[in-house]
């Protein structure tokens, strides 16, 4: 499985991006998709799950309400909404994957995921 994410840039304090993340070698259908972010300094962090097999996405609290994920199935993409951005938004994000079932606790480890795409960087500044 390949991830290729994009869709990154600079953006002021209360606007939006739509970060993609293409998935070959494997269609989405079988995989758990989550985005992860990494802020300068800062361990990777876990954003946002999208465990399609069980219908089920959960959002970290700080960006609730803020983000929204889905997937364009016939596309074999993913992609991250994020609207009201602010300036703890400022990271690189990852797309992940696995093909594991992943129990609720998992789904925000890192090492739970075995596929990953090369990151891209969002900026939040004015």
């Known amino acids: 499985v390949q991830l290729q994410a994009s869709g990154g840039g600079l953006v002021q304090p209360g606007g939006s991006l739509r970060l993609s993340c293409a998935a070959s070698?494997?269609?989405?259908?079988?995989?758990?998709m989550s985005w992860f972010r990494q802020a300068p300094g800062r361990e990777r962090e876990f954003v946002v799950v999208?465990?399609?097999?069980?219908?089920?996405?959960y959002y970290q609290n700080s960006v609730k309400g803020r983000f929204t994920a889905s997937r364009d199935t016939a596309k074999n993409t993913v992609y991250l909404q994020m609207n009201s951005l602010n300036s703890e938004d400022t990271a690189v994000y990852f797309c992940a994957a696995t093909a594991r079932n992943l129990i609720l606790s998992s789904y925000s480890n890192p090492q739970q995921y075995d596929y990953w795409g090369q990151g891209t960087l969002v900026t939040v500044s004015s």
């Open positions: 070698g494997r269609t989405l259908s079988t995989l758990t």
């Open positions: 999208d465990d399609w097999k069980r219908r089920r996405t």
